[in-house]
């Protein structure tokens, strides 16, 4: 078990998006697939969880309310702490820019909500924990 | 294994048509305008005005069919997971006014891809109505058709470059103003050629200028 593993040796997946009913059904799939799912929906509470304990993987939305993915994504590759943390965002519109920024400031995968299950979101969240 | 494959290939080519077919149509449709712009002159017969004068038409149906793809492409990723079909067909309690059967994936849809096209139509009819008073006031501003081509061009730039549009517009009229008057002696500048370079600065710098302004927040 690594330190950042629960008590359960559980991996740890921090999900950042505000709509409530996308939040539930992400953790209630990533439970069910054996991570401990932490859900944070604006800054305040991202701060929070990342201090906390450090999750495996975090799956971003680019839309927050009140500061936009991008800069959580430079806040968690600037600190030394939660750089090497993959990063996997989640947008709704799959603009060639924000693929591009996203992919110079870290992340290891990008997908557009409209285009992408469920499923596979759990299969590649899996290849980085 | 071929239909895997097939699968893999179809969702890839269908992540480049969602990621490119904005940028490129956009970009396509301001060259054609501009073009327009330039040969607006040139042309006095009934179908060139017909079409120049319609032409907003053309960045209204594209936004409008590119939230319709959105919403229809999000229909059917969730309706062919069992867990998220569920997304679907939900109430959504939190609002009074989607608080039945399909009710969050109406309020889903109509904030993620509908709302930032409404508000582009919007602020571009909004613009129209400026430009077009203004026209009637201080006629020296405007050639034939530049009334028409800022509409078109706000449209082009949509929600939120529209907010960093107007500035670099004011921007432009000062830059080609000197220009003209220290190289060719002209005193007036109309808004035609300041509202097309304005366009191009956010076409290709939007998204930078964006977040250097920190006006972030506006996306929808």
Redesign the interface.
Known sequence: MTSREDLNGKKSILIIED????VT?YR??FEKEGFNALIATNRKEIMSALEKEPPHVVLLDL?LP?I?G??ILEIIKKNEKWKNIPVIILS????????E?GKKLGVVDYF????????DVVKVVKKYV | MLLRLLKSMF?FF??LF???L??LFLIAIFLAVVFLYVLRGKFSNKFFLFFYKLGFLIPIGFGIFYAFL?SA??YF?WN??E??K??LT?I?E?SAFFSYKYG?FIH?ILL??WLSVLISIGVAFAFYAFLFFLKKYRERFFEDGEVELGFVLALIVGWPNFVIFIPLIFAFVIIISIIRVLFLREMYTTLGWPMIFAALTVLIFG?NLI?ILKL??L??
């Open positions: 709509d409530d009913f996308l059904t209630i799939k839309m009140g936009s991008f800069d709704n519109l799959g603009q060639a820019q924000d693929i920024r557009i909500k409209t285009n992408v299950k469920i499923n | 969702n269908f992540d969602l990621t490119w904005p940028k959105l492409a999000q990723i062919k997971d867990f998220t569920i997304l939900s959504d939190n969050y889903y993620h891809f998204n977040d972030g927040v996306k929808i």
